[in-house]
């Protein structure tokens, strides 16, 4: 990952800030899969050689559609679900932080793949300012506090007893991803007209 900083901006504080995003990060990814293996009953065994690399949106993938057969606390569903729906920006973000890197632009510091992306079209950009990132980490701290309630409620043990964590999960989401501008779909090739190669001589 390279940074880059405008000399104008607090390279301090925005080191800060990305460190405790990533650090937060790695806590979601952890927390992710002890929920899938507490929930789906996983043997620790098989964890170890099958799931130990899981990605983050494949581990959440496994835990939607084993609620599609398994009797599950519907508290616990709801949880998982809106986990998943916060944390889809969340990763998309993280991925271009990590891939791409971040960079002085006029509107301060982004994340981009725009030296990579195959078309402009289909480059992402999105600000992450120091303040930002505190809004992103933020949200994965209530992110992990909700992964944990769910591992606990499994134990019948309800983390919102204890005062500090429920003021975490009481908390209103803070980071609203930008919108993102969507590539050209390409013409639908069945409405077009065959072309007709030389016919071959009989």
């Known amino acids: 990952m390279v940074v880059v900083i405008n000399q104008n901006l607090d390279p301090q504080k925005h080191i800060f800030a990305l460190g405790r ?41 496994y835990l939607t559609r084993y609620f599609q057969i398994a009797i599950v606390d519907p508290k616990d569903v709801a949880s998982v679900e809106e986990v998943a729906e916060r944390l889809t920006p969340l990763n998309a973000a993280r991925n271009l932080i990590l891939h791409h890197g971040i960079e002085a632009a006029g509107i301060g510091l982004v994340a981009t793949d725009r030296l990579r992306a195959l078309t402009d079209e289909r480059t992402k ?44 999960l009481k908390r209103p989401w803070r980071y609203t991803p930008p919108p993102q501008s969507e590539p050209k779909k390409r013409k639908d090739q069945k409405n077009q007209p065959r072309r007709e190669g030389p016919k071959r001589p009989l």
């Open 21 to 61: 995003f990533v650090l937060e990060f790695s806590i979601v990814e952890r927390n992710i899969l002890d929920t899938l293996t507490t929930i789906c009953a996983v043997p620790a065994l098989f964890t170890r050689a099958a799931l130990s690399g899981v990605r983050t949106d494949a581990a959440i993938g």
């Open 125 to 168: 950009t999105i600000p992450v300012s120091a303040s930002i990132l505190d809004e992103m980490t933020d949200d994965l701290q209530k992110i992990n506090f909700m992964l944990l309630a769910v591992i606990l409620n499994h134990h019948d043990i309800q983390l919102a007893d204890d005062p500090s964590a429920d003021a975490v």
